[in-house]
Each structure stands twice: as structure tokens, then as C-alpha cells.
């Protein structure tokens, strides 16, 4: 069953008295400008993919599924995009929400006026248990991908019992997102009993990384953990560069966004990170959506047509190493680079069940 079925039939029930072929109206409010943009625009495709095949097979009940799509950059606009979607578009249920600041205050909105939420993206612990007590007994509130405090765990595993490291460094960004995957990364170190050597923070747009990556350095660091977005993870990147310091940066699923990948070059070879994946990805199911949606949508970072070296989008990169769990790594060439884009079994596109 689709996360827009899930969510569709949680709220159908309360639309009974609906015209019969009136429209089931989902918000879909995203990140689609801005440094977080590549992530609410891939999560705004699928999305769109799946409401598609809704409502080509026959919709929910008869009844055709609309997408009232708003970006919500920031956290005022992300609190008068849920009012608007709740009070003016009246839909009867969301499916998005992508940065984690903007999700713990536009919730609220969709709690209070009882519209069941899928969070897609956001993934601070904190989002699915702020209304655990709610007056009227019911949360609102779901979530689609892992949690920080399940991904934190798997990092902090990744550095200490794969890789060996002891000295660990974090850095992470001055946003709701950053702090909360601080105080993960933070618990997790603590139960192998390690303190981090250093904690780098920084703000949203950040330039200059070279002296804090210097106190990470002079403390004997090892390795990076990180909780940040792209642009800023780029940044991060190519400063170990300038500073000729080869330390694996290890962290959460960001580092595979385009704007990661695009901005880092080379810079960003061997970058491991945690993913929410389909465990048995290779399904003739699977197959029948997915590639349509490469045919159908050719925005760069946002399932594009085909790798490209030192440019390999998610199709090509963002693979499974059976030996490592849950975590990708980025390997240093793309087998694929320059294949053209037809979605035959031979390789072109490397799709692995962590999809």
C-alpha cells in the first residue's frame, strides 16, 4: 500500500459527506527554493509519481486524489502554508514537510484541527511524540523516514565498531535539524563511552569552516560526524581539502543530497551515510514505477536520467554494501558514467534493494 493510500484512508472516513466524485484534496508542503530545495523536490516528485497511479487505477474510494502543493521555506511561512492548507485549501490530510524547525512548528496546525500528517522528509525523534497526550487521544502525526534517533546510533556505529575510530568530531548546523542530531550523535558517543573531541557549529549559508576544522584536527580527530544539509556539507568538504586533511566525514542521510554532490566534486569521495531504503527494492512492482518516474523526471539531484562521473546522482551512488547495514557510501567512480539512459538489467543505473 502507498504512503498517499496510508494517508488517504485515514482521512476518507471524515469526508463521507462529499460530493461522490469530488476530489480528496492532500496538501503537500515542501522545501522547493532554497538550500533544502533538492530534497523537497525529489520528495514533491514521487509524490506526484504515486498520485498519479492513484489515480490511474480508479483514486480512493472512486474519488480522484489533488495535490495542493506550497513551499514552505522557514518557519513562519511553514506555519502559514499548514494554515492556509488547513483553513482556506480545507485538505483532509498533508504529505511532506522537510525541514525539521518547519515541521515542529507547522504540526500544531494539523494537530489541532485533527488532518492527519505524513512527515516524509524531517527526521527529529521529537516529531511523531510532541501530541503523544493530546485532549481529544489522538496523534495526527506519522513519519515515513528513519528517525534521528535511529539513525544517530547506526553513524556513531559505523565510526566506532566498523571503522575502529575512538576520536570523533562532530559538526552540525545552527537549525532545529542540527541540534537535535547533536544531542543523538552526543548520547550514542556515550554509550561506547566516548565523548566527542570536538563540536563544530555554523550557520545556514557558512564560509568559513577552516579554524573550527582546526581545533577538530588539533584534538586528534579522526573522523567527522555530521548533521547539516548540503550546501553547507559541501563547504565542509572542500575545507578538509584546502586544509590537506583526509578525515571520512560519516553522518546522516543529507550527505547524499545533490547539492552535496554537486558542490563537493571529488572532495566528496567516500562519504558514508545512513539511508531509509526499501529492504527488497527489486520487485517487478517497483520496477513499474520507477522507471517511469526516471522518463518523467529530469531535474538534476531529483531522480535524473543517468550518472555521471564525479557527478553520479542517487541511482548510481547511493548503493547498499551488504557488509555495512544500513549505510551507503559514495564510491570514488561511477561504473555507469556515461551510458546512455535506457532502464534495461545491465547495469546502467545500479539499482540495489537500499534503494
Keep these: 500500500m502507498t504512503l498517499l493510500k ?25 522545501a522547493y527554493s532554497g538550500g533544502s530545495s533538492p530534497m523537497g523536490l525529489s520528495m514533491r516528485n ?17 474519488r480522484p486524489v489533488q495535490l495542493v502543493e506550497r513551499d514552505d521555506g522557514g518557519v513562519a511561512r511553514g506555519v ?11 485538505v483532509v490530510a498533508a504529505v511532506g514537510l522537510v525541514n525539521t524547525g518547519v515541521a515542529l512548528a507547522a504540526q500544531k496546525t494539523y494537530q489541532d484541527a485533527q488532518v492527519p500528517v505524513m512527515t516524509a522528509v524531517a527526521t527529529a525523534a521529537i516529531l511523531t511524540r510532541q501530541f503523544q497526550n493530546a485532549p481529544h487521544g489522538y496523534n495526527y502525526i506519522f513519519r515515513f523516514a528513519a528517525a534521528d534517533d535511529l539513525q544517530a546510533p ?37 554509550r561506547y563511552g566516548l565523548r566527542p573531541t570536538f563540536v563544530g557549529r555554523f550557520n545556514l549559508l557558512e564560509r568559513d569552516m577552516a579554524s573550527q576544522l582546526g581545533q577538530a584536527r588539533r584534538a586528534g580527530t579522526q573522523a567527522i560526524l555530521t548533521y547539516a544539509i548540503g550546501p553547507e556539507l559541501a563547504e565542509l568538504a572542500n575545507t578538509l581539502n584546502r586544509l590537506d586533511w583526509r578525515v571520512p566525514l560519516i553522518g546522516s542521510w543529507t550527505l547524499s543530497m545533490s547539492n ?17 531504503f526499501i529492504q527488497e527494492g527489486n520487485t ?29 546522482t542517487t541511482l548510481c551512488w547511493c548503493w547498499h554494501r551488504p557488509s555495512a547495514g544500513p549505510f551507503a557510501r559514495r564510491p570514488r567512480h561511477c561504473p555507469g558514467a556515461g551510458k546512455p539512459e535506457n532502464a534495461g538489467g545491465r547495469g546502467d543505473y545500479h539499482l540495489q534493494p537500499a534503494f
Excluded at 496510508?6 to 461522490?20: K, Q, R
Excluded at 514521487?46 to 480512493?60: D, P, Q, S
Excluded at 562532530?170 to 535539524?177: H, V
Aim: proline letters at 5%.
Design 6 to 30: 496510508i494517508v488517504g484512508l485515514l482521512c476518507v472516513c471524515g469526508s463521507a459527506m462529499a460530493a461522490p466524485l469530488a476530489p480528496i484534496r492532500i496538501g503537500v508542503p515542501g
Design 46 to 62: 514521487g509524490i506526484r509519481l504515486a498520485t498519479a497511479e492513484i489515480n490511474r487505477t480508479g483514486g480512493l474510494l472512486g
Design 80 to 90: 502559514r502554508v499548514a494554515q492556509e492548507l488547513v483553513n482556506k485549501e480545507r
Design 154 to 190: 547506526l553513524i556513531v556505529k559505523e565510526a566506532v565498531e566498523r571503522a575502529g575510530y575512538r576520536k570523533l568530531a562532530i559538526f552540525a548546523d545552527n537549525t532545529n535539524y542540527g541540534y537535535q542530531g547533536v544531542l543523538e550523535l552526543q548520547k550514542s558517543l556515550a
Design 260 to 276: 552535496f554532490i554537486d558542490n563537493a566534486g571529488p572532495n566528496g569521495d567516500g562519504a558514508r551515510m545512513v539511508q531509509t
Design 284 to 312: 517487478p512492482r517497483l520496477s513499474r514505477r520507477f522507471w517511469p518516474l526516471t522518463r518523467a523526471i529530469s531535474t538534476h539531484g531529483a531522480f535524473p536520467h543517468r550518472c555521471r562521473r564525479r557527478k553520479a
